[in-house]
C-alpha cells in the first residue's frame, strides 16, 4: 500500500532555480525518508528526518516536515542539470518497524 | 566498498521458467528487502526478511519466493513467471526496516 504521495508528478525548472517537491502521508510515522533516482537505476538515500524533527538541511537540500498535517517538503536549491532525476518519499511507520513505504515519485527535469 | 549486488541485471526468459535472481550485501545489514518497480506505481515492496531465516510477505507476494539462509543473501525466485511480473527489480538492505534502505543496481525482467 502506498503511503506517500508525491506532488507534483513533474517538475521542469531551469539551472539556478529552486525546486520544491511535497509528499503527503496518511498515518502516524517515526521517520521520512528521501531518495534520488537517476532513470533506470538504484535508489540513493538523500535525507532522513525524524518524527519529532522539524527541518533538515544537507548540501543544497533541506527537508521539512509538518507533522500536524502529515507532510513534508525537500527543497533543492541553485539546481543544476545532475539534479535531473526522480524523487521520492518514503515513511517509516510509527507503528511497525518492518518496513518502508514509497511513493510514486516527483520527475524533476533541469534544463541547462 | 559498501554495496548491495544483483544479479543478473537483464533478463529475458519465457512464462513459467523458473528463475532466480540474486541479492548479496556486505554491510552487514539484518534487514533485506525486495521491490518491483513499475510505471506510475512507484516502488512496491514484495517480500522482506528482518533476520537469517526470517521473511516475510510485503505488498504483492504472490508469484514469488525467498529464502534468507545467510545473513549477506536474499534470493528471489519466481517459480513460474508470468508476463505480468516483467518489472524492475531491486534489493535493498538496511540495518533495520525503516531506516535508511541501500538500494542494488536493479534487474530488468521481460517474461515473454
Known amino acids: 500500500s502506498q503511503q506517500g504521495e508525491e506532488d507534483p508528478q513533474a517538475l521542469s525548472i531551469q539551472e539556478g532555480e529552486n525546486a520544491t517537491m511535497n509528499c503527503s502521508y496518511k498515518t502516524s510515522i517515526n521517520n521520512l525518508q528521501w531518495y534520488r533516482q537517476n532513470s533506470g537505476r538504484g535508489l540513493v538515500h538523500l535525507i532522513l528526518?525524524?518524527?519529532?524533527?522539524r527541518e533538515k538541511h544537507s548540501g543544497r537540500l533541506r527537508v521539512t516536515l509538518d507533522t500536524s498535517k502529515k507532510s513534508s517538503s525537500l527543497l533543492i536549491t541553485a539546481s543544476r542539470a545532475a539534479d535531473t532525476a526522480s524523487y521520492f518519499c518514503a515513511t517509516g511507520s510509527s507503528g511497525s518497524a518492518r518496513q518502508l513505504t514509497f511513493g510514486s515519485g516527483t520527475q524533476l527535469t533541469v534544463l541547462p | 566498498e559498501a554495496q548491495v549486488t544483483q544479479n543478473p541485471r537483464y533478463l529475458i526468459t519465457v512464462t513459467g521458467k523458473k528463475l532466480t535472481v540474486t541479492c548479496s550485501q556486505n554491510?552487514?545489514?539484518?534487514?533485506m528487502s525486495w521491490y518491483r518497480q513499475d510505471p506510475g506505481l512507484g516502488l512496491r515492496q514484495i517480500y522482506y526478511s528482518m533476520n537469517v531465516e526470517v521473511t516475510d510477505k510485503g505488498d504483492v507476494p504472490e508469484g514469488y519466493k525467498v529464502s534468507r539462509k545467510e545473513k549477506r543473501n536474499f534470493p528471489l525466485i519466481l517459480e513460474s513467471p508470468s508476463p505480468n511480473q516483467t518489472s524492475l527489480y531491486f534489493c535493498?538492505?538496511?540495518?533495520?526496516?525503516?531506516?535508511?534502505?541501500?538500494f542494488g543496481p536493479g534487474t530488468r525482467l521481460l517474461v515473454l
Open positions: 528526518i525524524r518524527s519529532n524533527e
Open positions: 554491510m552487514n545489514h539484518e534487514y
Open positions: 535493498a538492505s538496511s540495518p533495520g526496516g525503516r531506516e535508511t534502505q541501500y
